[in-house]
């Protein structure tokens, strides 16, 4: 558990390293400065709604299968963008 755990967290970090440079790819896309703060609202919400669901799974059940589901859920993003 601690080694998933561990790369998690560098995952997660190597992700956000990205995060200040997101915007100019997303201007490269074409999109406009509304659409990329409508962009960061849909994922804010996203993250709202699932927050107490992802809390009452590490609370009730364990952490592991808190992270397997995140693990599950990115993948499937990864796959259904492209």
């Known amino acids: 558990m601690r080694y998933l755990m561990i ?3 560098i995952v997660t970090f190597a992700g956000n390293l990205q995060s200040p440079a997101m915007s100019f790819f997303y201007v490269l896309l074409g999109m406009s400065a ?7 609202v849909i994922m804010a919400t996203g993250t709202l709604i699932c927050a107490p669901f992802y809390g009452w799974l590490l609370d009730r059940k364990s952490a592991y299968l808190a992270l397997l589901l995140s693990l599950f859920l990115c993948a499937l993003s990864c796959v259904v963008r492209g």
């Open 7 to 9: 790369i998690v967290w």
């Open 34 to 40: 509304f659409q990329i703060g409508q962009s960061g």
